[in-house]
């Protein structure tokens, strides 16, 4: 599978007292890294299909950190999907700083899920064969 890459600035707001972008950033990261690479393949995270929702809600989620990111820095994320199972999809985020330096290294293992009642009941089905086929590109 192809991986993807975008990049994101670290805003004053993303960082701590010291200029440090604060851990728990990385995961919002993650997550528009994610809707950045599901939109390059023409999907999203969640959407509605007729009186229910689909979507891939997050089931576990994981940051290794090597090296600090700081104010201003732009990083470089890499989206790699690690594996497409009958209802599951795991990803891999590679981050990078501008120089190539590794930063951080997170993962995130989503269901295909569909809602209904409403949005009040979820339940994990299969993930049909055109989204299979956009994702394993």
């Known amino acids: 599978m192809t991986p993807f890459t975008t990049s994101r600035r670290v805003e004053f707001g993303d960082t701590d007292m010291a200029g440090i972008v604060h851990f728990a950033n990385f995961f919002r990261y993650m997550e528009a890294a994610e809707t950045d690479f599901l939109r390059s393949r023409g999907m999203t995270v969640s959407w509605a ?3 229910s929702r689909l979507g891939f809600p997050r089931v576990s989620t994981s940051c290794d950190f090597r090296k600090p990111a700081k104010f201003e820095d732009v990083l470089s994320i890499t989206v790699t999907v690690e594996k497409v199972g009958t209802k599951s999809l795991s990803y891999r985020f590679d981050f990078a700083d501008q120089d190539g330096n590794e930063i951080a290294v ?17 339940e994990s089905v299969p993930i049909p064969p055109e989204i299979r086929a956009k994702l394993e590109m």
């Open 49 to 51: 299909d007729g009186d």
């Open 106 to 122: 997170g993962r995130v293992t989503s269901v295909f899920c569909r809602s209904g009642d409403h949005g009040r009941k979820f």
